[in-house]
């Protein structure tokens, strides 16, 4: 009989050289931001500040009280009603971050890294970058020896997502590239044919991009596209047949539907979120290869003008976004990414102090980036549960 040796127990790594982990651990420190719960299980996303108070019409609660605790602290306000601590998910951080865009949601974020196979090191190509929530997705799938490279019409879109991600990883993520400009035109200048894993498109008309996509993708390489409406879907699913260099496409769509579970009261809750997008992909096939299409009784695949003219930004229920609100939300978002980068440089301090060196200083955040008032108010978390509310993100 082999005698059996004693597990060996291993310590938490600190994961100094991987971006972004050292946030996610340790005590509370200022500059980060704090998902609170309160006893009614409403939630509050707040930034910690020294000398800061959280304003509620319940009570008023001190930062100070947070700061340098362990996550999962209970705390209590000036009325004695208690909160519980802890730092948001990517799913919690998501939906409460500054938006210009609409995001992709957390359950199509996820499809995406999955049905992608979007792997550690991987070289992803992203169109629309919106309010930056995918390209985190992305980001934490690729880490720090990988490369994202997200394409954006927009400059004030692309100002509120470099914000976002720099609140999420607590500074500029080295995996990380952006582009200003239209992917059709920019992606052939930038990127070397056959030189990329992974495509994934968000945006009003990807078919427009497929050609390009197909020059940059690697044999075997895939494009993922998420799309808001039915006849989207089908347009980018007969421009991907008519291309003939990518494998028959598929399509699908996912909704989840979360449960009240409470001793025997066990039953669907009444509220799910439910068609937010479609996610259609395929893959390169080799130069050459002919694509193989199953076998189906023949149907309309043709056009004409009056179906094209379907295909357009107010017919497909794009919202604008006016100048006032984007320029708010960007200014929001380098706020907070300016907080979050105070927060790791406490980090940074920590380390260089165990061993003996000096924490390198961090430059001068830009005069754009102003410090929010220490006061802050009550604010929940959104969730938005209809499809239909959302915008394109291009």
């Known amino acids: 009989m082999t005698e059996q040796q004693p597990r060996e127990s291993h310590p938490i790594r600190t994961g100094d050289t991987v971006r972004g982990a050292a946030n996610r651990r340790g005590p509370f420190r200022s500059g980060e931001r704090v998902q609170l719960t309160d006893e009614s299980g409403k939630m509050s996303t707040i930034t910690l500040v020294d000398g800061g108070e959280h304003h509620t019409h319940r009570g008023v609660l001190s930062h100070e009280q947070l700061i340098g605790q362990p996550e999962g602290t209970v705390v209590r306000n000036t009325a004695g009603n208690q909160y519980q601590a802890l730092r948001p998910l990517l799913k919690d951080f998501v939906l409460s971050m500054p938006r210009g865009a609409a995001v992709i949601y957390p359950k199509d974020a996820g499809q995406i890294v999955t049905m992608a196979d979007v792997f550690p090191g991987a070289s992803v190509v992203e169109a629309g970058v919106g309010s930056g929530a995918l390209s985190i997705s992305l980001l934490r799938a690729v880490g720090d020896e990988g490369h994202v490279h997200s394409f954006e019409r927009r400059e004030e879109f692309a100002e509120i997502a470099r914000g976002n991600i720099e609140t999420m990883f607590g500074g500029p993520h080295p995996a990380w590239e952006l582009s200003l400009g239209d992917l059709a035109e920019e992606l052939g ?72 579970v409470e001793g025997l009261a066990v039953r669907p809750d009444h509220r799910m979120v439910a068609h937010t997008g479609f996610l259609i992909q395929s893959r390169r096939l080799a130069d050459g290869s002919p694509r193989l299409a199953p076998k189906r009784r023949a149907s309309k695949s043709e056009y004409t003008e009056d179906d094209l003219q379907a295909w357009t930004p107010v017919a497909l229920g794009e919202r604008i976004v006016s100048d006032r609100k984007l320029r708010r939300t960007g200014r929001d978002a380098a706020s907070l990414a300016q907080h979050a980068a105070r927060a790791d440089q406490q980090i940074a301090a920590g380390r260089g102090t165990a061993s003996g060196a000096a924490a390198a200083p961090v430059d001068a955040p830009d005069a754009a980036r102003s410090t929010p008032p220490a006061r802050d108010t009550e604010a929940g978390d959104e969730r938005h549960t209809s499809g239909a509310e959302r915008g394109l993100d291009d």
């Open 189 to 260: 200048a930038t990127e070397e044919p056959g030189s990329v894993d992974r495509v994934v498109l968000d945006m009003l008309a990807p078919w427009e991009c497929l050609d390009a996509v197909a020059t940059a993708l690697a044999p075997g390489g895939v494009v993922i596209c998420y799309v808001a409406t039915v006849p989207q879907l089908s347009r980018v699913a007969e421009a991907m047949r008519a291309d003939g260099r990518f494998t028959e496409p598929e399509a699908s769509e996912t909704m989840v539907r979360g449960w009240h």
